[in-house]
């Protein structure tokens, strides 16, 4: 962290370094928040040289696909101060955000003689999508359907790559929300009572203007799959949050 002391104006995080909550999830004291997330951003960014050197070394770039994302957007915790870094970029919204700063994230492959460099698609794409492409890549059928597309195809360069109709998000803590993608369309709700968010994110990826009263048959289409898309799980009861399951309780 010493190459960055003293290089920002810091405002020091007081977090749990004792007692029963201690290294239990909750985050450390950090005198320096700043200095330390650029810090441990530039030693990501040398680790993950360190990598592809050593496959290259190994003689194994050439059969190895390197993924590098997210599993969601900046946070808050531990001091972090994402705007001050403009970790969000053009997006709104944070981590436990439903906003395109929430649950955008990047997504680098590399896979030399396989994955053209240099190229950029806007394919829609999820996590749940990477299962069924491990499992095409090394040639195993899956026992059970499930919501992921393989991306195979657009990865190689194909012009076959099946698309999502729509992609859905369900998130509780802080209260019930719900999300929807569909193509250039994206709609937010907060709470399962409350009027729909919609935005074209094709001129406004900051999500700022709420174009739902203009586009009610959008709004309608995306009703039907923010009732549909989503299914009760045995082991996350979500009765307490869902009015509708409440209702049936």
């Known amino acids: 962290m010493q190459k960055f002391d003293g290089k920002f104006t ?30 441990m951003v530039s030693r990501l960014d040398r680790s993950v040289g360190e990598i592809m050197a050593k496959l290259k070394e ?14 969601n957007g900046t946070h808050l915790e531990g001091g972090a101060d994402p705007d001050f870094f403009r970790s969000s970029g053009p997006l ?7 906003y395109e ?6 997504f680098i492959a590399s896979w030399p003689g396989k994955i053209s460099p ?27 359907p499930t919501d992921g597309i393989s991306m195979v195809p657009v990865l190689t360069g194909k012009d076959n790559q099946k698309e999502h109709d729509f992609l859905y998000w369900e998130f509780h803590e802080g209260g019930t929300k719900q999300a929807v993608r569909m193509g250039k369309w994206k709609a937010v709700r907060f709470g ?24 009610p048959e959008i709004v309608a289409k995306i009703e ?4 549909n ?16 399951n409440k209702e049936k309780s």
């Not at 239990?24 to 200095?35: I, R």
């Not at 829609?124 to 026992?143: I, K, M, Q």
């Not at 039907?224 to 009732?227: D, T």
């Open 10 to 39: 810091e405002t020091p995080f007081h977090g749990v370094d004792s007692g029963t909550n201690y290294r239990k999830g909750s985050y450390g004291s950090q005198e320096k928040p700043k200095a330390a997330f650029a810090a």
């Open 92 to 98: 709104r919204g944070y981590k436990r955000s439903l």
């Open 118 to 144: 240099e190229k950029i698609s806007d394919y829609l794409s999820a996590f749940w999508d990477f299962l069924p492409t491990a499992a095409e890549l090394v040639g195993v059928r899956l026992s059970k």
């Open 101 to 106: 700063g929430g649950i955008r994230v990047p």
């Open 58 to 71: 190994l003689g194994i770039e050439k059969n190895t696909l390197v993924i590098f994302t997210s599993d």
């Open 192 to 215: 399962t009572r409350e009027p729909l968010e919609l935005y074209d994110l094709s001129m406004d990826i900051h999500e700022d203007k709420n174009v739902a009263a203009e586009h």
């Open 229 to 244: 898309a989503r299914s009760e799980s045995k082991i996350w009861k979500t009765a307490e949050y869902w009015p509708a």
């Open 224 to 227: 039907v799959y923010l009732k």
